[in-house]
């Protein structure tokens, strides 16, 4: 016998075809396959997923992983985890501006590109793609001596892009003035010279993979070309990687890589660049507040808070915990920037709130380039852009410049 107590209050009938007609919304058709790729990446975690498939080994690894225990990239993108946002709340939203200005231009965004050596392993648009990004977003890139596309070409790929070059300065000043000359008359207008690399760190997944610079074809890479095969059809049908911008100086790769990282490296080769470059000049690697000081009384106008991704000294400290007292110590004289760990918007409006002038990012951007080329780095400015504005209408703010270390307290 039916339970009386549970007799159904749901009273059933059949759709009318109007009411079946405006819940059935096909998806539409995407047709270009890396859009439909790139379409189901919501997050930097998801490009970093479908990067990794579509990139062999060796050179996803180069490109994700950090120096020894790795410990300085965790602790960095675990500081960021670490910040708990204070909101205001009915404070009008509507429309957020994320514009800041970076040295003395403004960008629509408060993030840059980082500069990142061999791009064109990642990915064979490379740099090109990346600049070609940041002039269609208005926002700074920056191009690494070790870069895989020159000084030249990339200028003339993306001539409107706001351009930095990022410079290893090493004994030969010959060398390093050539290359500022060239950026120089190219319209780059800001220098990073960076300090944190006297020698280079222990980086033990590119050991153990036994990555070679060029990535050379042995038994196992060419078992690895069956998994990836549009990753080795690029590489072999296009211009051959090296550093482009350094052709004409000789040597192999590995003599080169041997001379620009340079032991002997000091305040004095500080002095000549700054003598020698006309341009804005930031310190790249800085990780205590004393050097800070220093660099800028030495004529730095920023300097970044960085630990080079991790990619250097392992336990360095964590940039985003530098700020406060960097910022005390030279905030008067000099930008203060910071990068390492930053994986989403939030992270962004968190370092930017805390009082960063400006931030870069690295492997973000490098994940969306090895997802989809310079469609997955558009990808991925989107979707840093899409989490900001969220984050910061949550938050109760509406401008970037609004931002203010109470919005993000470090826990
Ligand atoms: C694959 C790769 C290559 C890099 N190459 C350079 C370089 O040539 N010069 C440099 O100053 N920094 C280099 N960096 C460091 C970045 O400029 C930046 O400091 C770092 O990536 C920021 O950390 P994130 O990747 O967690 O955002 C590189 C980083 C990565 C991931």
Not at 78 to 105: C, H, K, M
Not at 161 to 175: P, S
Not at 377 to 390: A, F, G, P, S, Y
């Amino acid at each position: 016998m039916p339970d009386e107590r549970w007799s159904s209050v749901t009273q059933r009938r059949l759709p009318r075809p109007s009411e079946l007609k405006e819940i059935l919304r096909p998806k539409p058709i995407v047709l270009n396959p890396t859009d439909r790729r790139l379409a189901a990446a919501h997050t930097i975690a998801d490009l970093r997923t479908i990067a990794r498939k579509r990139t062999p080994r060796a050179a996803f690894d180069y490109t994700d992983g950090a120096a020894e225990l790795e410990d300085s990239l965790r602790r960095a993108r675990q500081a960021y985890r670490r910040v708990e946002f204070q909101p205001n709340v009915l404070r009008g939203v509507s429309d957020v501006d994320t514009s800041r200005e970076i040295l003395g231009t403004r960008s629509a965004l408060p993030f840059a590109f980082a500069p990142t050596g061999f791009t064109r392993m990642m990915q064979t648009e490379g740099e090109r793609a990346v600049a070609r990004v940041a002039q269609r977003n208005t926002m700074p890139m920056a191009l690494s001596t070790m870069g895989t596309t020159s000084i030249e070409d990339l200028a003339a790929a993306a001539p409107d892009a706001r351009k930095w070059f990022q410079l290893y300065v090493w004994r030969d000043h010959g060398a390093g003035e050539d290359l500022m000359n060239r950026a120089w008359e190219s319209g780059y207008d800001t220098l990073l010279l960076t300090v944190d690399t006297p020698v280079a760190g222990q980086r033990l997944r590119d050991v153990r993979n036994g990555l070679t610079i060029p990535p050379a074809l042995t038994l196992k890479t060419f078992a690895d070309g069956a998994m990836h095969p549009a990753w080795w059809f690029n590489l072999l049908t296009t211009e051959p990687l090296n550093f482009a911008s350094l052709n004409h100086f000789g040597g192999t790769v590995a003599d080169l890589l041997d001379k620009l990282f340079d032991p002997t490296l000091n305040f004095d080769d500080l002095d000549w660049v700054r003598q020698t470059w006309p341009g804005k000049l930031v310190i790249k690697g800085v990780q205590n507040v004393d050097d800070a000081r220093d660099v800028v009384k030495h004529g730095a106008d920023a300097v970044l808070l960085s630990n080079h991704g991790g990619r250097q000294l392992d336990r360095a400290p964590t940039p985003i915990e530098l700020l406060p007292a960097t910022l005390d110590e030279i905030q008067d004289s000099a930008e203060v920037w910071v990068d390492t760990g930053i994986l989403s918007g939030g992270d962004i409006v968190a370092a930017l709130a805390r009082g960063a002038n400006a931030v870069l990012i690295g492997r973000a951007f490098l994940y969306g380039l090895m997802a989809g080329g310079e469609r997955g780095v558009q990808r991925c400015v989107d979707i840093l852009r899409t989490e900001m504005i969220r984050t910061m209408q949550l938050l109760g703010v509406r401008r970037v410049d609004d931002l203010r270390p109470t919005h993000a307290t470090l826990r």
